[in-house]
C-alpha cells in the first residue's frame, strides 16, 4: 500500500524558510519520479517541482524559480523541498505525489504571514 506523509510545514514570516519532507513508503522509491504540489485556498492543486528518479529536476512555475529546491534521499526514502524566501502568496497545503500512484497524503500547511 502506497503511503506519502507529508511533514514540516507551519507558519513562517516573509522571507523565512521551511524544509517540507515527504515520507514514502509501499513502493519502489528510488526507481520512480517524485513531485510536490500546492493548492492555495480557493486555486486548484497546483505542480510545483518535479524530480526524476535519477535526481534530474524540473521547476514549475517563475514564482518558485531560485527559492525552492526539490530533493530526494533514496536510503531513506523520502522527498524533500526546501523553500527560502518564501513570500505571502506561497501559502498553501503542500503535497508530495508519485506520479505512478494515484495515492496523496493529507499535506502539510505552510503559511507566510507577519
Known amino acids: 500500500q502506497v503511503q506519502l506523509v507529508e511533514s514540516g510545514g507551519g507558519l513562517v514570516q516573509p522571507g523565512g524558510s521551511l524544509r517540507l519532507s515527504c515520507a514514502a513508503s509501499?513502493?519502489?522509491?528510488?526507481?520512480?519520479?517524485m513531485r510536490w504540489y500546492r493548492q492555495s485556498p480557493g486555486k486548484e492543486r497546483a505542480l510545483v517541482e518535479v524530480?526524476?528518479?535519477?535526481?534530474?529536476?524540473?521547476e514549475y512555475g517563475d514564482s518558485v524559480k531560485g527559492r525552492f529546491t526539490i530533493s530526494r534521499d533514496n536510503y531513506k526514502n523520502i522527498l524533500y523541498l526546501q523553500m527560502n524566501n518564501l513570500k505571502p502568496e506561497d501559502t498553501a497545503v503542500y503535497y508530495c505525489?508519485?506520479?505512478?500512484?494515484?495515492?496523496w497524503g493529507q499535506g502539510t500547511q505552510v503559511t507566510v504571514s507577519w
Open positions: 505525489n508519485c506520479p505512478r500512484y494515484s495515492s
Open positions: 509501499g513502493f519502489i522509491f528510488r526507481n520512480q519520479n
Open positions: 524530480i526524476l528518479s535519477a535526481g534530474r529536476v524540473t
